[in-house]
């Protein structure tokens, strides 16, 4: 039953991760449905969204402001690493692709969690307004 459950998980992954064994984490020796960078990308998520309610709100009002800078200096790290990796200037580690993506995760997941928030706030605004109209 446990493999057919990781045959599902590689499954489900396989349209956005090449699941190359020695690009990716493993467990009791079975390799994980992502690479590297992709896991590092899925934990910095959790870890951007989860982070969210503990910011300041001089800072999340920075976040609203200033999303495609975020995106754009979170992610240029990755970028480069994968890019000077295929051009063949550098040699991108473990380390190097489990970083980029945490970082472009967080960010990521910190915008995710901004935008969850503020959706829920328009509809308990909207659901409030409603109420005291009837």
């Given at each position: ?13 396989a349209p ?25 990308i899925y ?34 790290p990755a ?56």
């Amino acid at each position: 039953m446990a493999a057919r459950g990781g045959l599902l998980v590689r499954q489900a992954f396989a349209p956005v991760c090449h699941q190359l064994p020695a690009r990716s984490f493993a467990i009791g020796g079975v390799p994980l449905a992502v690479g590297h960078r992709c896991f590092g990308i899925y934990a910095g998520l959790a870890a951007g969204a989860l982070a969210w309610p503990m910011l300041g709100a001089r800072i999340k009002a920075q976040v609203g402001r200033r999303a495609g800078l975020l995106i754009v200096a979170a992610g240029a790290p990755a970028a480069m690493d994968w890019g000077l990796g295929v051009a063949g200037f550098w040699a991108n580690t473990t380390l190097t692709q489990t970083a980029t993506g945490a970082l472009l995760g967080t960010a990521m997941g910190v915008l995710l969690a901004r935008a969850t928030e503020q959706a829920l706030a328009r509809r308990t605004g909207a659901a409030k307004a409603r109420a005291q109209q009837a």
